[in-house]
């Protein structure tokens, strides 16, 4: 199944951001053990390229590793030359949605305003991250009114609360961040076991919508 396909059909992209290089591992597990297979990391991580590189290697196959906040080409090429199967921006830089088409990865740049979703979209965007998703699920069902076309996916203040209302509104995805995985935290085995059964959750709330 291609990368589009699998985060179309599972929905949740987990985001880790700032963690512990040798925590990554046991994060990605505690999260497919708990039904996530999208797994997003943040370029402005410790360490980034070898954690990418080392997750792809260890989980390929199981688990779709993606490079977020990809500011500019050169990262997305780099991101993409070290195992990252998807690339996520805050913004729209053509450039960035370019180099990651021509690499053959999956681009989710991020959007906000009608205009720039739409731009994005037309300059070869798969999926079009609305950030930040603060307006709520209100606001992606007015998006999805004149642009209904366009695949969204809401990052920024998405959670098990509201999950289901983003699905009603028409969201194909949903990019779920430090209300999953707290990187200020520390990584234990308590805390990894918390993890699992929040992904559990988070999993099957957008399955039984289906």
């Known amino acids: 199944m291609s990368t589009l396909s699998e985060i179309l059909e599972h929905k949740v992209i987990a985001i880790i951001r700032n ?3 040798e925590d990554v591992p046991k994060i990605i597990k505690a999260l497919y053990e708990g039904g996530i297979k999208i797994v997003e990391i943040t370029m402005n991580s410790p360490k980034v390229l070898s954690v990418i590189e080392k ?3 260890e989980f390929g196959g199981k688990v779709k ?3 977020g906040t990809v500011l500019d080409p050169e990262t997305a090429r780099s991101a993409i030359l070290a195992g990252a199967e998807f690339i996520l921006s805050p913004t729209v830089k053509v450039e960035t949605i370019k180099m990651t088409k021509r690499y053959g990865a999956v681009s989710i740049p991020g959007a906000f305003t009608p205009t720039e979703i739409l731009e994005a979209y037309e300059n070869g965007g798969d999926i079009i991250k609305v950030f930040p998703a603060t307006l709520g699920p209100g606001y992606i069902k007015d998006i999805r009114g004149p642009l209904p076309q366009i695949p969204l996916l809401p ?3 998405v959670g098990l609360d509201n999950i289901k209302d983003y699905m009603a509104a028409g969201a194909v995805g949903f990019g779920i961040g430090s209300s ?3 990187t200020k935290e520390e990584i234990t085995e308590e805390y990894l076991v918390q993890l699992t059964e ?3 959750r988070l999993s099957s709330a957008v399955k039984t919508n289906h």
Do not use: R
Request: charged share 15%; net charge positive; proline share 6%.
């Open 198 to 200: 929040k992904a559990k």
């Open 19 to 21: 963690a512990n290089p």
């Open 180 to 182: 999953l995985v707290n």
């Open 155 to 157: 990052t920024g203040g």
């Open 55 to 57: 997750a792809a290697d």
């Open 65 to 67: 590793i993606g490079a």
